[in-house]
């Protein structure tokens, strides 16, 4: 029996990086008025062990600050303005900050483990971020989201998810193809994965779902890309611009 996709979900990629702050409370607040299914946020650790929301491993690009966020408590990053915050003030949020803005709301929260680029991460990151979930309540309305294989197997079996999602960039599509792939998936007991739009193709997709797999997508950012995802029939994208997306869909 072919595989009938249920309506692609939303999700909000760093809470609407196109229309807000990314990764600020403010975007996060917004993306809660729209009917989208799902955000997503972005968690390092700071110095002393605090999951805060922020993108990169350096503060150079988002904030007012400079240096490698590994390096800073988390009282000084959560301190720190963010760029384009402007009337708003907004700072550097920490994971428990974000994760209480979702309680009691439908819309589910994707949380993706970062780590320094070239470095294994920190084996305290999955426990940590799940305690900041579990003590805003929420950890049955997360997803959490990883590219290294290990450690969203590890999500795995903390359970009590509403998902893992396994992430694979374009070129290790390139250097172990679609059958590698679905061999990871398999290996680690992983029923989602997702990868860039751009990556995604009718064979690559066909493929996936011959292994049982749901799909998503990421960088669906512009009107050409979103009604690709679209007619792909993914489970979920994420865009920096849920409105526009929702306006494609159909709401």
Known sequence: ??????????????GG???WPENSLEAFRNTLSLPVEQAECDVHLSADGVPVVIHDATLNRTTEGGGPVAERAAAELSALRLRGAG???GRVPLLSEVAALFRGSAMQLQVELKGVPGRAPDPA????????????GIRAQSRIIAFEAPLAAAALR????AG???LFEPGLLGQIGAEGVVGVARAHGFD????HIAALDEALMARLRAAGLKVGVWGA???????????????????????????LRGS
Do not use: C, K, Y
């Not at 989602?192 to 990868?195: K, P």
């Open 158 to 161: 903390a359970g009590g998810l």
């Open 192 to 195: 989602m994965v997702e990868t």
């Open 164 to 166: 893992v999602i396994w």
């Open 17 to 19: 990086a196109f229309l």
């Open 87 to 89: 009337a708003t003030g």
């Open 125 to 136: 990151l999955l426990p940590r971020a799940l305690a900041a979930l579990d003590a805003a």
């Open 221 to 247: 950012n512009h009107a050409a890309q979103i009604e690709r995802a679209l007619a792909l029939g993914v489970e979920a994208m994420a865009t920096d611009d849920p409105v526009l997306a929702l306006r």
């Open 1 to 14: 029996m072919p595989h009938t996709a249920a309506r692609t979900a939303i999700v909000s990629h760093r």
